[in-house]
């Protein structure tokens, strides 16, 4: 199957490293993912969305009509962007009403979206592919105790993602295995991390990331790993604010999980870019070392 990435806004603009990161895995696994120079936006699923749906439906179906006018599937790099350019397939496919006045928008530059592209998630991908990750594994990351977050959008709505279970997920704890570290159970494992309220109300967006640290925590966890910008980001971010208003010390590295996967390939920190995370992943590298 041909991808070409979809790496959404987030990535290219703050956190170029994860792009590296991916890239360098899916090329370690033999696979040739191509590019998209002209997509947009996908739009945003939290917000666009709800402001004006039949815009938020546009801009998606002319994104997705860029992967189909070249042959090629989307490998998104973002849990988010995945969902709306599922969501918007999805729509498009159960109402032909509503898919033809898209069309009726896109030919005014030029496009009309047929429905021929498939959109995965990378994990996904990277799932469906475990038995090549576990044969590329130079330096399993022994001993190392990971919680997985999948996020909201990664399993959610359910019926439009048709991946992992959204109440017991699976997948993204079995690649944390396949590279050797021990995954780890937390209670709170699906609630979400609370990035999407931030800009409305900060102090629950910092309640809800306590939370899921302190569950984390109660687990012995020693990292987390993340398959969303959005919650790399909150992870990242926001655990000195808690720590300073709730006089708590969380300092859990976070990582994308391709980053772990390169690890255990056998590439260093400096290949993927981690002397750019903001908590300092030292004392992971030595645990694993």
Known sequence: ???????????????PYLEASARKTFEKLGMKVGDQANYSCCPDPTGAGQLDHLTWLALGARNL????????????????????????????????KLKEEINSKLNSIGKKYKGNVEVKHFAQVLYENIDSIKKKVKKPLKDLKVASHPGCHYLRPSEIMQWDDPLVPKTLDELI???????????????????PVEKSNKDIS????????KSM???????????CPACYQQFEFNQKEVNKNSN????????????LIALAFGM?????G?????????EILQKIS
Do not use: Q, W
């Open 177 to 195: 295995e396949a590279i050797g570290a021990d995954p780890v159970d937390y209670s709170l494992k699906i609630d979400c991390c609370g990035n």
């Open 65 to 96: 009509c860029l992967f189909e006018e070249s042959n090629s599937n989307i490998l998104s790099l973002c849990s988010g962007c995945t969902e709306t350019l599922k969501a918007v397939k999805y729509s498009l496919e159960k109402d032909n």
């Open 274 to 282: 981690l002397k750019y995370h903001r908590v300092k992943t030292d």
């Open 217 to 227: 925590k109660d687990a012995g966890t020693d990292c987390i790993a993340c398959v």
């Open 248 to 259: 708590t010390n969380y300092n859990f590295p976070v990582f994308y999980i391709t980053e």
């Open 268 to 272: 260093n920190a400096e290949e993927i």
């Open 206 to 213: 910092l309640l809800m990331l306590e939370n899921k640290l």
């Open 1 to 15: 199957m041909t991808y070409k990435y979809f790496l959404g806004c987030v990535i290219p603009g703050r956190l």
